[in-house]
């Protein structure tokens, strides 16, 4: 049986694409030194695709008089990446072109996979320049900020909607621990820095010695290893970051990862996105970590999948705030320093002054 015409054989969508790929290979792997797609003529360059953890350079060509548009795969090769900023993505039969310009705008695209090496445009739409430097709002929905009582210095919130915060209060340990009831905070014994909330409501926090304690059963319970911020997804999964790496609880124990942040938050499928030393942001796709666009200080994801961060520009009572829109970031009213995101995609946040904000 001929593998390369008969796709058929492999169900995964991303060993699928992989495998289509290595049917057309048309030269030895390289290094791609340029990121951003383009269009010239009739073919689409793509210099860097994501598939798994594999990456490939690929020329599209435009079928005429198709709509909507269909591309077909002509050549690909097999790259080692310098960075996946401005990358193409293939999942779940789709492939995602995060950026290219047309008439002097920028647009992120979509291509559903339909046969062996042919392509149809799913959808496509304009990019707002989230961190360019005339700061413009993005295209997302805007936020309703309602102000709450009380001053934090982080905030975590947990897939079943408890909001807990760490206070500005000093206390052994950091800073005082405390309960969102509805309609005020109830504070917990313990002091610390930085706290997210699993989904049952508990919270895990880390303390100014680095220890990770979670909250069982009204107590504390003291957890092995030592951490500088702690994320926990809607499914469960918690994550830490310390200065030797980025761990996985596994129920025992941390598993490490390779990499160094000093911010974490999980998505609901259990994936960390991180923001490094250096402001960088990354998301770990199939045990590789991939560079999105921009920088930020904080990160939060809700229950449904959306990526907030507070960026780096300094604003109003701390910095801008960014929602990931498809393949770029764009800016929302308002400013924080700290960020949580409920189930359903709306955020929590903390002002350089401690001021507590939610969004309606």
Same mark, same amino acid.
């Given at each position: ?120 445009? &799913? ?18 929905? &805007? ?27 000093? +206390? ?10 509805? &309609?005020?905070?109830? +504070? ?7 706290? *997210? ?13 680095? &220890? ?50 000093? +911010? ?72 924080? +320093? ?16 401690? *001021? ?5």
């Amino acid at each position: 049986m001929d593998l390369c015409s008969d796709p058929k054989t492999i169900e995964n969508s991303v060993k699928r694409l992989v495998l289509i790929l290595s049917c057309v290979v048309a030269g030895v792997s390289t290094i791609a030194q340029a990121q951003e797609s383009a269009l010239e003529g009739n073919i689409l360059n793509l210099p860097v695709v994501v598939v798994g953890n594999q990456f490939y350079s690929a020329r599209l060509e435009i079928v005429p008089d198709t709509n909507p548009m269909a591309l077909v795969l002509v050549e690909a090769y097999e790259v080692t990446f310098v960075s996946t900023i401005g990358a193409s993505i293939f999942n779940d039969n789709i492939l995602t072109i995060s950026q290219i310009w047309l008439e002097g705008f920028s647009y992120w695209v979509n291509f559903e996979l339909v046969s062996d090496v042919g392509f149809v445009l &799913q959808n496509y739409g304009i990019n707002d320049t989230g961190f360019s430097s005339n700061n413009t709002l993005g295209l997302t929905d &805007q936020p309703a900020w309602q102000r709450m009582l009380g001053e934090a210095n982080d905030i975590g919130v947990g897939a079943n909607g408890v909001v807990w915060v760490i206070g500005t209060d000093p +206390r052994n340990g950091g800073y005082g621990i405390y309960r969102w009831n509805g &309609q005020s905070w109830n +504070r917990v014994e313990g002091g610390a820095v930085r706290i *997210d909330v699993d989904p049952y409501g508990n919270p895990w926090v880390i303390n100014d010695s680095h &220890q990770i304690f979670r909250w069982v059963n009204g107590l504390w319970q003291r957890l092995p290893g030592d951490a500088i911020d702690v994320g926990i997804g809607a499914n469960g999964s918690v994550w830490v970051v310390s200065g030797g790496g980025v761990y996985n609880w596994n129920g025992i124990d941390w598993d490490r990862y390779s990499g160094s942040a000093v +911010r974490i938050d999980v998505d609901p499928t259990g994936n960390p996105w991180v923001i490094d030393y250096n402001d960088d942001i990354y998301q770990l796709v199939d045990g590789w970590w991939i560079e999105m666009p921009g920088d930020a200080h904080d990160i939060g994801i809700g229950g449904d999948g959306s990526v907030w961060v507070v960026g780096t520009r300094r604003s109003g009572g701390g910095y801008s705030i960014y929602r990931w829109i498809e393949s770029d970031w764009n800016r929302v009213e308002g400013s924080a +320093r700290q960020i949580s995101v409920t189930n359903d995609g709306r955020p929590w946040v903390a002002g350089s002054d401690g *001021d507590i904000y939610s969004s309606q």
